[in-house]
């Protein structure tokens, strides 16, 4: 046999150990970079708790690529993308914007008076005819009158439908369908308006965007005429519903009708402005439930000013003193005119041409898109206009 030499067999277990050896210091690294992995891991934990940094996860689109969200502090400078905000405001102090409101309930509730009130100037179509009259109409005929209002550099154009004749006959049945007859004439104008081949760029918006509904301060339920006029007109039209004239009811008598009221749209399934389905945001819903809890507004309507420990004041002067239409401790007129223009008029336009006027759209489209007339099928559009 032949003999192992020494120096081969040392060797062979020189090069055994550097294996061992370079495989714990491979484990050693391993584990050191999972250490530092999970450090760093922590670190961002730390920090996204903090707000300094956030974890952007990209997602997957329709066209199979990915989106993610970069926020101010991960932009490498000022781009300026806030700036389309102010763009679009002098745009749209450039052009002004429409609001059309209508205004129904019986003779003697202060409709003009209300309106004028809201808007702080003479918009009623009372007060800008200098001979008018007021006569009881037999038949309802709706009158309007419009005025372009400027306040700090915006431009809007207001129209106010009236509704005279409403409610003022012994027989009053059926008298809310010239009101709905009204507002389907001006959904039709725009539609038509949508649909020629040459367009406006902008189409003139005469859609009634809020009707605003009197009830008389009577203490007692909703009369079978309310309860008709709202079903009807609540599938339309967005309607706020306010007590008028509510100084005529104590504080205690105006809490219990409020409360009938809600009782007796809750029963009969009326849809009043805003609704829930409509809220967009728990932010939304938070403002809107506040609301909500206060309608109908119990308001009262003045254009005339008087002197209340030295200021001048909206009010109305008895002989129990003066009643001041601002104060919320008097009315809840600010809580009605804050929902009409300062908090809501854009959300009012939306509901309208978001939610009414396309479900009144889509109806009209359907009823003529496969329409045959002497054997031929005619399409949506010709159908409209003929």
């Known amino acids: 046999m032949e003999e192992v030499k020494p120096s081969a067999v040392e060797d062979k277990a020189a090069a055994e150990e550097a294996v061992e050896e370079r495989v714990a210091q491979e484990k050693t690294e391993d584990s050191t970079a999972q250490n530092k992995e999970t450090e760093e891991r922590e670190v961002d934990v730390e920090r996204e708790m903090e707000g300094e940094v956030e974890v952007v996860t990209p997602c997957p689109t329709e066209s199979h690529g990915l989106q993610g969200t970069i926020k101010g502090h991960d932009l490498f400078g000022y781009v300026g993308i ?11 102090m450039k052009a002004g914007f429409e609001f059309n409101i209508m205004v129904v309930g019986q003779s003697g509730l202060g409709k003009s008076t209300l309106v004028n009130t809201l808007f702080k100037s003479k918009v009623s179509r009372k007060s800008c005819s200098p001979n008018y009259e007021e006569k009881i109409s037999k ?11 400027e306040e700090k550099g915006v431009k809007m154009k207001l129209t106010v ?22 507002v389907n004439e001006q959904y039709e104008r725009y539609l038509k308006e949508e649909l020629y081949v040459n367009r406006k760029p902008r189409i003139p918006d005469t859609r009634v965007h809020c009707c605003v509904y009197f009830l008389p301060a009577t203490g007692h339920w909703l009369r079978p005429i309310d309860v008709e006029f709202m079903k009807r007109l609540g599938k339309i039209v967005s309607i ?20 009938r009221i809600r009782q007796d749209l809750n029963a009969n399934g009326i849809r009043v402005y805003p609704q829930t389905e409509y809220d967009e945001d728990p932010e939304d819903r938070i403002l809107n439930d506040k609301i909500r809890e206060n309608i109908p507004f119990a308001v009262v309507g003045t ?7 030295g200021n001048k004041v909206l009010g109305r002067k008895t002989k129990w003193g003066i009643i001041e239409v601002e104060n919320v401790a008097h ?4 809580n009605l005119r804050d929902l009409l223009i300062r908090s809501h008029l854009q959300d009012l336009k939306d509901v309208t041409h978001n939610i009414h006027y396309e479900t009144f759209r889509v109806r009209r489209l359907n009823e003529s898109n496969l329409t045959v007339h002497g054997g031929s099928v005619l399409c949506a559009q010709t159908m409209l206009f003929l």
Not at 82 to 92: H, I, N
Not at 140 to 146: D, I, M, N, P
Not at 241 to 258: G, H, N, V, Y
Not at 303 to 309: A, S
Request: aromatic letters at 6%.
């Open 82 to 92: 806030e700036a389309v905000l102010d763009q679009m405001r002098r745009k749209t």
């Open 139 to 149: 038949t309802v005929k709706l009158q309007s009158v419009s005025h372009v209002i």
């Open 161 to 182: 439908i009236d509704t005279p004749g409403f409610g003022d006959q012994i027989n009053n049945e059926n008298c809310w369908e010239p009101i709905v007859s009204y």
């Open 240 to 259: 706020v519903p306010i007590i008028a004239k509510a100084d005529t009811l104590t504080m205690e008598e105006r809490q219990e009708f409020k409360q």
């Open 303 to 309: 254009d005339k000013e008087h002197q209340v420990n």
């Open 331 to 334: 009315c809840e007129f600010t």
